[in-house]
């Protein structure tokens, strides 16, 4: 496929609220029409530590919402929440594609300043997404201060970090995915909330989309809204070929 159709959601979350912010995606993604359909990180409930209270399996309803929908609109359909499994709690990215199968990635880098780690379980490897002929690389909000984590070493197409990412920091936000797209010579999306927490923490969106040149093509801004574009694949071919920086990268091995 020459062409990807990326619709980046950006939207005001209810509070530890699983069926509330459920319910509020259905009626935004209605009639939503994209290849790829990104949610923002823990999208269910906000970002929270109660993952005790909070956690669902992988065969809960949040899941099968995702599931559910992914199959109804032919949308391969991507967003975090918080899961248990054996014994453990992750933020888990699920990635659910339209033929009805799953994968997941699950956050490597946990906000320590908040405490995550305490309350969650790293993950330890990375995933790379093979649809309709993009490789897609998902990440999760903290990996974006990571540029060895986030480093581009099987050459995606497509790299999408979704997050709850405070506006006090949103110029780190917006700084760090236009370099990520530039170093690793990809689309970059990145999907934030907006909206405040019940701990008063704002967060005023700055949703994006940047092309392999640092481009925007979207800039979502504070608006609650599904935000398009399409990405090319033979212009992103285009600019590897002419500018190949990706063939003197270093090689290094993540412990």
């Known amino acids: 496929m020459d062409n990807l159709e990326i619709a980046i959601v950006q939207s005001d979350l209810i509070w530890e609220d699983i069926e509330g912010n459920l319910s509020n995606f259905d009626q935004l993604l209605w009639d939503a029409d994209a290849d790829v359909i990104v949610l923002p990180e823990m999208f269910t409930t906000g970002f929270t530590n109660q993952s005790n209270q909070l956690a669902v399996p992988m065969d809960g309803a949040p899941v099968e919402w995702m599931h559910d929908l992914a199959c109804r609109l032919g949308s391969l359909l991507m967003g975090s929440m918080i899961i248990e499994e054996g014994g453990h709690y992750y933020n888990r990215l699920i990635c659910a594609f339209p033929d009805g199968s799953l994968q ?14 305490q309350y969650f379980t790293a993950g330890k ?3 790379l997404i093979d649809y309709n002929g993009w490789k897609i690389f998902p990440l999760i909000c903290y990996d974006l ?3 060895v984590w986030s480093r581009n070493i099987e050459l995606a197409d497509l790299m999408v970090f979704v997050a709850s990412w405070p506006e006090k920091r949103q110029s780190h936000w917006d700084v760090l995915l236009k ?10 999306a990145g999907v934030n909330r907006v909206g405040e927490d019940k701990d008063g923490i704002v967060y005023s969106g700055s949703s994006a989309v940047y092309d392999f040149w640092g481009n925007d093509l979207v800039l979502a801004g504070d608006l609650e809204g599904v935000f398009k ?12 070929d002419r500018f190949g920086f990706w063939r003197d990268r270093d090689k290094f091995t993540i412990q």
């Open 104 to 117: 997941y990635y699950d956050k490597r880098h946990l906000f320590s300043l908040a405490h995550e780690d």
């Open 125 to 127: 490897k990375h995933l």
């Open 145 to 147: 201060r990571f540029p």
């Open 179 to 188: 370099a990520r797209a530039i170093e690793n010579q990809c689309y970059v």
């Open 229 to 240: 574009t399409v990405l090319s694949k033979p212009k992103l071919q285009e600019h590897r």
